[in-house]
């Protein structure tokens, strides 16, 4: 079975801070893709990134940057020079290859609030 | 965007009545999932499709039932609605193993 672990439910930083938002994951896939989800207070579900299993290149875009770390069974993401704008509901998730066992696995978010 | 349409974004029902929510998309994809989001829980899998007239339980499928008799649409029916059953539902495609989601659906039971 599937899980995905967010240990942290809620941070909150000052604007400027870096902050990191750990995800843990447990599988017994060996592809398997994991992902990053934003969700504003509007509600809607934002994709932010999809790493998959072969690839443990850290990834870089703009001032979001995600860690994938294979022995640890670890996919963090980190927010350099936070803002206010970034405060949102972060999910992190896991699915199988894709088929008949492409389900997506949620963890239960993290709530990040950015202070002025 | 796999242009996934949710009906209805919100609906207040009474306990003990049935309700219907509607996920259309527009992309021909083969997989679509139905989640609910829960304080606390993030997002659970209800049901899912992998292709006309087939579908399977999630982790969450007690007092839920879907149909799909077209590929485009994708029904999930709350027999008898339940206070418990409150929830934000989402709508969710995949193709390739990218998943798109609906904007939700906010269902009060009351």
């Known amino acids: 079975a599937q899980k995905v672990t967010q240990a942290q439910t809620e941070i909150s930083v000052v604007e400027k801070e870096d902050v990191t938002l750990d995800c843990v994951y447990e599988?017994?896939?060996?592809?398997?893709?994991l992902f990053w989800y934003k969700q504003p207070p509007s509600g809607e579900l934002v994709f932010l990134i999809r790493r998959n299993s072969f690839d443990e290149q850290n990834e870089i875009s703009g001032r979001y940057s995600w860690n994938f770390q294979k022995s640890t069974s670890s996919f963090n993401f980190t927010i350099t020079a936070s803002q206010v704008v970034d405060s949102a509901v972060y999910f992190c998730?896991?699915?199988?290859?894709?088929?008949?066992?492409?389900?997506?696995?949620f963890g239960k978010g993290i709530t990040l609030s950015v202070r002025p | 965007d796999a242009g996934i349409t949710q009906s209805p974004r919100h609906k207040v029902t009474e306990t003990g009545t049935p309700v219907t929510l509607r996920c259309h998309q527009t992309?021909?994809?083969?997989?679509m999932y139905w989640y609910r989001q829960d304080p606390g829980h993030g997002l659970r899998l209800i049901h899912y499709?992998?292709?006309?007239?087939?579908?399977d339980k999630g982790e969450v499928s007690d007092g839920y039932s879907v149909s799909r008799s077209k590929t485009e649409d994708f029904l999930l029916t709350l027999e008898s609605a339940t206070s418990s059953q409150t929830s934000v539902y989402f709508c969710a495609t995949t193709w390739d193993g990218s998943y798109t989601f609906g904007s939700g659906t906010r269902l009060t039971v009351v």
């Open positions: 992309e021909n994809h083969r997989y």
């Open positions: 599988t017994r896939d060996t592809t398997y893709y």
């Open positions: 998730a896991l699915s199988g290859p894709t088929g008949a066992n492409s389900k997506l696995t």
């Open positions: 499709s992998y292709g006309v007239k087939d579908t």
